[in-house]
């Protein structure tokens, strides 16, 4: 009968299960109606998320975000996407294209129920790590009611920790390098079965520095895919699409204007200027631009990163009024995560950073964008600037350009509809801090030596510029600017071209000496005299902190004309050629055998020929001597006999120990008297404390028959502290059950009163009486 009840309770939980993956199979099939009857030519008219035929999952999840409404990019590619179609859209910055491929993504894998046993489903890819983390923020946010499992590989986390969990991920966002990494090591990625790909901001993974890493990760997706592309600028390259493989993809340009027009590519809210400002007063403006706006959140760019730690530093010691940040790709990634989550809850900060935070990052209500270096190209400007005016919410931009940069640059944002205004600067509101700057290189090595790489970077920077019209090292006032860092001169810069150093540096010596001789076969030394790695250490400008006062107070060169004596040129040291014996140079040839190559290499074989090491010591005159010195024989013999000797030796030696011998036992001797006048201190203190404050009071006293001599033990005891050799016995407790009064109890030689305090416990008590029942 049990058994037939259990039956009868586990029937309509199974009935329940059966009707509700019924209800949710009719649900997909409605959703799937919807959408085939949902028409993309008038899906701009539709407003809101909750018109499109999204799952209740993703409904409830964009209503608990905060998305209400949808964006132009929005509109127009998510019906496409959900209809199954490749897209390739474009939109400004801040425009929500985040959301235009994360619901999509969502909603092809809730209608195919995907689960964990499916592998992966959908995979993102981010070109910075910033990005991707904000990425896998947002679909957290919309997707927590969806039930999938979603997964965050960057570079700098843990690959072992990600490798047991990556197999049981439906979503990966990601870097291209950890992906492809887990692609080539975790053996659990399943990606045959994978249903989209998403590039967010394809035009930068599109660059060299991804290019070949996308290749390898193509190579391995199965073609049967969806694929959505997505930046704020982006390009119809016919062999850019067909390298990625898509299907008959859908355009979608926001900003494209009636009849092919262009349209201007930044937000409409931004407010965008430029000022003309030479190189070497570029930081000079930016102090006073700081220093003029510390309520404001800003984002300060740099072309590199060097820049950035040097302009950090520094002005973080001249203490500006307002937070400072930096941020570039040489950080650790716990450093980046920290100042990115600082900055986005900060109100007032300034964050200084390379083009790392140039794409796709939203940082809540930044005011200023400020590029104190020109960006490398215009869709690099739009990115910058695309950081403030998000979302339609007011922002500000500031440009710094060269004279040399103003008009081409100015040209090619013109050819984009995009047209910033011009500021003018008063020079009464410009700081300098050129002499604070050199004050601080001057006094701390280490920040001289990141002006010295700022510096260096930034002509390197410019010279890798393919625009050559914007981007001309040769116009640089390299000297000015090296002053305006703090430096007292411009740092050499060394531009690699070619591999003629490292053909230099693999070329041998002997030829590099044939090719240097004359028709004679001489080999011309250029160099007259001898010169040392501390010549050539101080001859370099700018590379320590004492060069140039060393270069001013020694003359290395020296003058043949000048006086010997003369007091300037004290510590000069003159060096000249010597000759070399040649005779007298040891044998450096090859050994002719493998068993003679064998031994000279051999450190065990080498030691018998080369003797037993020594070390020298020397005395007060100089002279070097051996540590261990051995007297000739010759000396030996005039001293005397040897049996003579030895005896005098035994004899001195002898005296020796027993002087030290009787000293230690005038040391121990005295430590015994020291401990005896500390115990008897001790007892007399306790003797006191133990006394009657009132005189007239009796003592109490217990009788105790004892079996030792009073007497005798008297003497004992005055024995042993008159005794310095020999340690006091320490005197049987009154309750011991072996020993009374120091003696054995089986001795009775005699029957004496001794005195003992009154027992103050019951156990002294029943001890007392235990022993005077045996006794």
């Known amino acids: ?105 969502i909603e092809i894998l809730y209608r195919k129920s995907w689960n964990e046993f499916d592998g992966l489903g959908a995979l993102v890819i981010s070109p910075t790590r910033e990005l991707a983390m904000q990425i896998y923020e947002v679909l957290v946010k919309i997707g927590k009611h969806s039930g999938f499992s979603a997964g965050l590989v960057i570079g700098g986390k843990d690959v072992k920790f990600e490798k047991d969990r990556v197999a049981k991920m439906n979503i990966l966002i990601g870097t291209p390098g950890r992906i492809l990494q887990h692609m080539d090591q975790t053996a659990g990625l399943q990606l045959s079965n994978l249903q989209m790909l998403v590039l967010d901001e394809a035009d930068r993974i599109l660059d060299m520095g991804f290019k070949k890493t996308l290749d390898s990760i193509l190579e391995n997706l199965p073609p049967s895919r969806q694929t959505l592309l997505f930046s704020a600028t982006q390009t119809k390259s016919v062999n850019d699409l067909a390298r990625l493989s898509l299907v008959n993809p859908q355009y979608i340009d926001t900003e494209a204007g009636t009849n092919n027009e262009i349209k201007k590519q930044t937000p409409e809210s931004l407010e965008e200027n430029y000022v003309s400002v030479e190189l070497q007063d570029k930081l000079n403006i930016l102090w006073s631009f700081i220093k003029t706006h510390l309520k404001s959140k800003m984002i300060v760019f740099f072309s590199c990163s060097k820049q950035v730690h040097y302009v950090y530093e520094t ?180 531009i690699k071209g070619g591999n003629k150093a490292k053909e230099l540096k693999n070329t041998s010596r002997q030829l590099l000496k044939l090719s240097k001789a004359n028709e004679d076969g001489e080999v011309v030394d250029s160099k007259k005299e001898v010169r040392t790695k501390y010549d050539r250490m101080f001859e370099r400008q700018n590379q320590g902190v004492l060069s140039e006062h060393y270069l001013k107070t020694v003359n290395n060169k020296g003058d043949e004309d000048e006086d010997e004596d003369d007091d300037e040129d004290f510590m000069a040291v003159k060096r000249t050629d010597h000759d070399l014996n040649e005779e007298q140079l040891p044998d450096l040839s090859a050994p002719a055998s493998k068993r003679q190559l064998k031994k000279a290499l051999s450190k065990k074989a080498s030691l018998p020929g080369q003797g037993n090491p020594t070390k020298l010591k020397f005395d007060d005159e100089g002279v070097a001597h051996p540590i261990y010195e051995l007297e000739n024989e010759e000396d030996f013999r005039e001293k005397g006999d040897a049996a003579e000797q030895i005896k005098e030796f035994v004899a001195k030696e002898s005296k020796d120990m027993e002087e030290r011998d009787a000293e230690d036992k005038e040391v121990a001797r005295a430590k015994r008297q020291e401990k005896k006048r500390r115990r008897k201190e001790l007892e007399k203190q306790a003797f006191d404390d133990s006394g009657s404050d009132d005189d007239n009071e009796e003592e109490d006293v217990a009788y105790v028959v004892g079996t030792g001599d009073l007497d005798q033990d008297l003497d004992h005891s005055e024995r042993s502290d008159s005794d310095d050799e020999e340690p006091a016995s320490k005197k049987a407790k009154w309750f011991d059950n072996n020993r009374i009064n120091g003696r054995d109890s089986g001795d009775h030689d005699g029957v004496n009163v001794v005195e003992y305090n009154e027992p103050e416990t019951l156990e002294d008590l029943e001890a007392l009486t235990a022993r005077l029942i045996q006794n």
């Open 1 to 105: 009968m049990a058994k037939k009840n259990q039956k009868k309770e586990k029937k309509p939980v199974v009935n329940q299960r059966k009707s509700k993956l019924k209800k949710e199979k009719e649900y997909i099939e409605s959703l799937e109606e919807k959408i085939k009857e949902l028409d993309t030519e008038k899906a701009n008219e539709i407003s809101q998320f909750k018109d499109l035929p999204l799952s209740e999952p993703t409904i409830n999840g964009l209503k608990e975000a905060g998305f209400i409404s949808m964006t132009d990019i929005q509109k127009q590619t998510i019906p496409l996407s959900l209809k199954g179609h490749d897209i390739l859209g474009a939109a400004r910055t801040g425009s929500g294209k985040t959301l235009a491929f994360l619901i999509p993504l």
């Open 315 to 494: 002005f973080r010691k001249m203490q500006p009024g307002i937070s400072l940040l930096k941020l570039h790709g040489r950080q650790k990634q716990t450093a980046r995560m920290e100042t990115t989550y600082k900055f986005s809850k900060a109100n007032q900060v300034c964050l200084l950073a390379t083009d790392i935070v140039a794409r796709g990052l939203d940082f809540p209500s930044v005011e200023w964008v400020v590029q104190v270096d020109c960006p490398e190209d215009v869709a690099t400007y739009v990115h910058r600037v695309g950081r403030s005016a998000r979302f339609g919410k007011i922002g500000k931009s500031l440009l710094f350009l060269t004279p040399n940069e103003e008009e081409p640059f100015l040209k090619n944002l013109a050819a984009k509809k995009i047209a910033p205004k011009k500021m003018n600067i008063k020079t009464s509101k410009i700081k300098s801090i050129q002499s604070q700057l050199q004050a601080l290189c001057f006094s701390n090595p280490e920040l001289k030596y990141l002006a010295q790489k700022a510096f260096i970077s930034y002509f390197r920077s410019i010279h890798l510029q393919s625009d050559k019209e914007v981007f001309d090292i040769n116009k640089l006032p390299s000297e000015e600017f090296a002053k305006a860092l703090g430096l007292p001169g411009a740092p050499k810069i060394k």
